[in-house]
């Protein structure tokens, strides 16, 4: 028997956003995960959604090790607007370095400083975009100041992610 999904009523999506919100600060981005796909299930647009799913996906490369970068990369590319689709690159890249720093497993810290400076230079790029917002310059210094932590890891130039944004 194949079950099958049930569609969420397009005048319930804002209801379900604020819950896909609240489960991501509740630490549950699977659950967040599954109420964007509804939302997008519907409207295959909805920015909020996409960066709310994009946001849940990096939420669990910290705690599941099947976590891939690719399925972020998909909605990544959903995004329109050059600010957006920068910004979310270079986190996406600093997050994966995070995940890959707190494994403890022989050789995932090897590439954390190169995943770094790839964020930063997202970061960087999405600051070209908008020099007025804050964030990117707030998750720059956050990368070097992760950098400078862990002072004793150098970065491998032949691996790493291949460019996000392109």
Not at 6 to 20: E, F, N, S, V, Y
Not at 96 to 125: C, D, F, I, T
């Amino acid at each position: 028997m194949k079950l099958e999904l049930k569609k969420l009523p397009r005048d319930g999506i804002p209801a379900a956003l604020a819950k896909a919100e609240r489960y991501r600060l509740l630490n549950e981005p699977g659950q967040a995960e599954s109420i964007c796909l509804d939302i997008l299930d519907v409207d295959p647009a909805h920015h909020e959604a996409l960066i709310l799913l994009l946001l849940a996906r990096t939420d669990q490369y910290t705690r599941d090790p099947g976590a891939r970068v690719a399925d972020t990369r998909d909605v990544l590319d959903r995004l329109t607007g050059d600010y957006d689709r920068a910004y979310y690159a270079g986190l996406i890249c600093e997050r994966w370095a995070k995940a890959q720093l707190g494994r403890n497993q022989p050789g995932s810290a090897h590439n954390v400083v190169s995943y770094l400076n790839e964020a930063m230079g997202y970061y960087e790029r999405a600051q070209g975009f908008d020099s007025a917002a804050s964030d990117p310059v707030l998750r720059w210094n956050a990368c070097v100041r992760l950098i400078e932590r862990h002072a004793h890891l150098e970065p491998t130039p032949d691996k790493g992610f291949s460019p996000l944004l392109e």
